[in-house]
């Protein structure tokens, strides 16, 4: 690529990557109902496969954004300690405290869960939207609702200071860069929504995860392989080379990895990982492979139309 049309790049870029890299309003974690949705999303789908048979105790998120509110949502659920970790803080103390009043409501109400029309980019898509009180049995809500617990966590979000492991409901590490910042295998379920697609350093994610995880433990990751507003066409990103992508991402903190969806199966069966599901988004119109950038010309057909997926694996 010449100089002039990678500026030309650059520039159309620079212009479209802020408002289009931005889910749509509602669309992530500064609204309580995305939080309730995103949370029963992943907890119905782990009781549809069988890998829990009760409200996960130990819950880690990565990558939270605006709330810690999908981890509040699996609290009110009856989660008993929950960890948050990302690169950047984009929450507050008072969004947080909006966002749980909001979800002890929709629980109160067992409101169903938002679905396809209300929010119709968040994947994964379910078979019922319906509150799904085989889960959350009234006899398990009242005691989850009840007075005393809430307000317990409540202090725990008014007073949290961000280091984990201290005993409180929930707590947060930011940024989080090795992996001693939880004990190994006291996790139970690991979860992200739109985030592995920006993290670094994959290997190491996964590899963190198994370390946290107990035996049976799982990880449940939606994730999001289009080129989140760098080019047209939703895969154009895989074809800028990797020295033009090292130029677009100049010094943002995080960015997309542009790992394709093999990639990720590839990594989290390398790392003791057995994918139980693996729902994938399939999308026809992407760059022709002939417009390909040398480094993603072996990808295979399968990854070429994989714009997303939804991916739980249980530890071995
Ligand atoms: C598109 S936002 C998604 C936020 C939220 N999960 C949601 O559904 O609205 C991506 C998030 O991933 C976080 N992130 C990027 N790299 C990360 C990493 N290595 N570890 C943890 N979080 C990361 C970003 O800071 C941001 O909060």
Known sequence: ???????????????????IFR????????????CY?????????????????SIPGVVAELGPGKSLGTLLAALI???QTCYAFDVVQHFGKKRNQKIFDELIELFGRREDIPDEDELPRVKPFLKSYRF??????DEHLKEMLSK????????SLACMRGATGNNTPISYRIPWDNSHVLAESSVDMIYSQA???????VRFAYETMYRWLRNGGFVSHQIDFKCHGTATEWSGHWSYSDRA???????????????????HIHLLEQNGFKVVSDIKVEERRGVERGRLAKEFRCLCDEDLKTSGAFIQAVKR
């Open 1 to 19: 690529m010449s100089v002039k049309s990678l500026l030309r790049v650059l520039g159309a870029v620079g212009e479209s990557y802020v408002p």
């Open 23 to 34: 889910p749509p309003r509602h669309e992530h974690t500064e609204s309580s109902r995305y």
């Open 37 to 53: 949705s995103v949370w029963l999303r992943h907890l119905v789908m782990a009781y549809e496969k069988n890998l829990t048979q």
């Open 77 to 79: 659920s009856g989660a």
């Open 132 to 137: 799904p009180s085989y889960i959350l049995t």
């Open 148 to 155: 005393v617990r809430l307000n317990t966590i409540r202090n």
């Open 195 to 201: 985030v592995m697609e920006h993290v670094d350093d």
């Open 245 to 263: 992508w090292k130029l677009i991402r100049g010094s943002r903190r995080y960015f997309i990895n542009r790992l394709p969806h093999s990639a």
